[in-house]
């Protein structure tokens, strides 16, 4: 595995490239300090926080990962996650959650387990990232209607019912800056694409507010100056016993972190024809997550809008995303100063936005007129998420769609017995010219549709009980058995075991690749016995004759001792 950043300078990397990256990176860089400062703040932690996990973890993402352009920074993704292990475990616990989910992320990305985490059902997808969407927006409530809240609020249920009990403390000016910065954002999106919408919702909210002297909460009356430097390095404090709790949280982390980061990637290469290395980019991932606590960052991941701002703006190479990450700083340097005079009603309408765009409306639409069980997956996702927590969400919905899948394997699983009269009905008899003569008598076949596993074993044990007479030779077809499982192997080998008692002979033909690996390694091939295990048909009846012809041959030879016995007698 190698970052891309050093097969992209290697190969003729140009001034033009050079610039067009630049002025991409500034572009997303400055995407990217309203988001990075909101979604913090959203997180449970401080504004800076957000900022240090962008230039941190952005940078590192960029320079180690294994796709040509992913941006990386803090993501809405994370809001939930990371507010409640904040609020269970304070920043160091979270700080350990988030290192140890790095050093997952690392272990995915050395054990290639890059194309295995990619292929996250799409239901389980689009229901927690729905679910997460409805939860940020509910978060916001209290913000953007300037609602005074003495009492903590958790869950959506929770947070609408307080809510509501204390609407009479709304705050009008307030109200108005979160709906002038959600039309403003709107507005940008369809008419001036290229200036980021929240910038300018936050600059023109900051004005209004200083120069009106509005009464609404601000990031300084809350959280103080906003520093204008990164961190010393901060090894956060732990315990065993916290490790074992944080186990689950670091999971669900890793897990996110490397879901997003892939689709993020995939998404990249469909706008610009690049093809990423998924393990290197979850490498990239675990060590930006296990740096980023160490400057008091937050959990990091790859940036599907933020990616895409990238490449809409002539990003090209991760150089974009190292520039991203270093006008992060220089603004923070330079401007910070600033951020103390920003409304938290304006953040909150940015937030509102984010959690309408990770809802996928019309994904979520087009995925209730699916099969019945896609859609059950995607609405249990999705309502675990919101009224439960996102551990229990991602871990439900995996495992059902697991079980759906190994389900519908199992459907389209089949063994079924030749009769000798159908076989010119088969399709390959006849391309091959086999018709029922070519079949000895005390010969059966079998056949096996679909991988051969744990969930479509019980087909062949059904289907072998309808043999009334035992055959000296039971032919067992797997030419469409794409793979088999250790359940499989132990029902061929119990199979090959009961045909020994009753002196049949169990032969094997069309064993393909895997199958016949897995037969190697088993030790199950020197059981059956290598000459009884055969690529195609008409080798394995060539077997069966020869097996036919030897024990006709023996009968007759003890047939003839008989003879002879009886006629001394």
Same mark, same amino acid.
């Given at each position: 595995m190698i970052p891309e950043i050093f097969k992209t300078l290697k190969n003729d990397y140009s001034r033009k490239t050079l610039l067009k990256d630049v002025i991409a +990176?500034?572009? !997303?860089? #400055? #995407? /990217?300090? @309203? =988001?990075?400062? %909101?979604i913090a703040i959203a997180s449970g932690v401080k504004p800076e926080q957000g900022l240090y996990t962008a230039v941190i973890g952005g940078f590192l993402i960029s320079f180690f990962g294994g796709s040509r352009v992913q941006i990386g920074g803090p993501t809405g993704a994370f809001i939930i996650i990371v507010y409640e292990i904040v609020q269970k475990y304070g920043y160091d616990g979270l700080a350990v959650a988030g290192m140890m989910g790095g050093v997952i992320l690392i272990i995915f990305g050395v054990l290639k387990f890059g194309s295995v985490i990619k292929y996250m059902p799409y239901p389980v997808v689009v229901g927690f990232t729905a679910g997460i969407g409805v939860v940020i927006f509910t978060s916001q409530i209290k913000e953007f209607f300037g609602l005074v809240i003495a009492e903590k609020m958790s869950g959506v249920v929770d947070t609408f019912h307080i809510s509501f009990r204390h609407i009479d403390t709304i705050n009008y000016y307030s109200l108005g800056i979160g709906m002038a910065s959600i039309i403003i954002i709107i507005l940008f999106q369809k008419k001036v694409k290229k200036i980021p919408g929240p910038l300018v919702a936050i600059i023109l909210s900051t004005i209004a507010v200083q120069i009106f002297n509005l009464p609404v909460e601000t990031i300084g009356s809350r959280f103080g100056d906003v520093p204008n430097m990164l961190p010393m390095p901060h090894i956060p404090h732990t315990d065993f016993t916290q490790i074992k709790e944080l186990l689950f949280p670091a999971l669900t982390i890793a897990l996110l972190a490397g879901i997003e980061s892939l689709l993020s990637a995939v998404v990249a290469d469909g706008m610009c024809g690049t093809k990423h290395d998924s393990n290197m980019e979850l490498t990239a991932q675990g060590i930006a997550n296990i740096a980023s606590p160490l400057? =008091?960052? !937050? @959990? !990091?991941? +790859? %940036?599907? /809008?933020?990616?895409a701002a990238s490449i809409k703006s002539g990003g090209r190479t991760p150089v974009a995303g190292i520039v991203h990450a270093l006008t992060v700083l220089l603004v923070m340097i330079f401007f910070s100063r600033y951020a103390r005079l920003i409304p938290m009603a304006a953040l909150s309408g940015i937030l509102m936005i984010v959690a309408y765009n990770m809802s996928e409306m019309d994904h979520f639409k087009k995925l209730l007129k699916t099969p019945k069980s896609d859609a059950a997956v995607l609405l249990i996702t999705f309502f675990l998420t919101v009224f439960t927590d996102l551990t229990i969400a991602i871990n439900f919905g995996v495992v059902l769609a697991a079980i759906l899948f190994m389900k519908r394997m199992s459907d389209v699983a089949d063994s079924r017995l030749l009769e000798h009269g159908s076989l010119h009905q088969d399709e390959e008899f006849s391309l091959s010219g086999i018709s029922s003569e070519d079949v000895p008598e005390n010969v059966e076949i079998f056949e096996?549709?679909? @991988?051969?596993?744990? +969930? /479509?074993?019980?087909?062949?044990?059904?289907a072998i009980s309808q043999l009334q007479m035992k055959p000296k030779v039971l032919i067992i077809r797997m030419r469409q058995v794409p793979? #088999?499982?250790a359940t499989g192997l132990n029902t061929l080998e119990w199979v090959n075991s009961l045909s020994r008692k009753d002196k049949t002979i169990v032969v094997l033909s069309g064993v393909q690749d895997q199958p016949w690996k897995s037969l190697e390694k088993s030790g199950l091939m020197d059981e059956i016995g290598r000459g009884n295990v055969h690529r195609d048909i008409n080798s394995a009846l060539k077997r069966a004759k020869e097996i036919i012809s030897i024990h006709d041959d023996i009968n007759d030879v003890l047939r003839h001792a008989r003879d002879i016995l009886n006629k001394k007698k």
């Open positions: +990176g500034i572009i !997303v860089g #400055i #995407i /990217a300090i @309203p =988001l990075s400062i %909101a400057f =008091l960052g !937050v @959990p !990091v991941t +790859g %940036a599907i /809008a933020r990616t096996i549709s679909g @991988p051969f596993f744990f +969930g /479509a074993t019980w087909f062949f044990k059904d793979a #088999i499982d």
